[in-house]
């Protein structure tokens, strides 16, 4: 995703479980609308593209809280879509 300048970029992470919109934009396709929330115990980020076009990712942790898994759901319209799924082990220092 690439942006303009014209940008207005919110970030907060508030653990108050509710609905956040964390950016408005104007990129190349067109406003982006990037919203948050949680649902249960898994962490939802959605981004819309007003010319069409949604990507959700899922964050979620293994029950043993070895691994984080990222659920992205790319839904490109016309009935194009893929789902793949990022694995991040935990790393001790």
Known sequence: MEAGH???VEESHEPDHANRTHRTGV??????EIKAHWQGND??????VSGGGKVTEDYLKSQDGKQLFVIVSLDRGRGRSVEFRRVYDAVTS
């Open 6 to 8: 014209d940008d207005a």
């Open 43 to 48: 962490f939802v980020v959605e981004r819309k």
């Open 27 to 32: 990129g190349r396709r067109g406003d982006i």
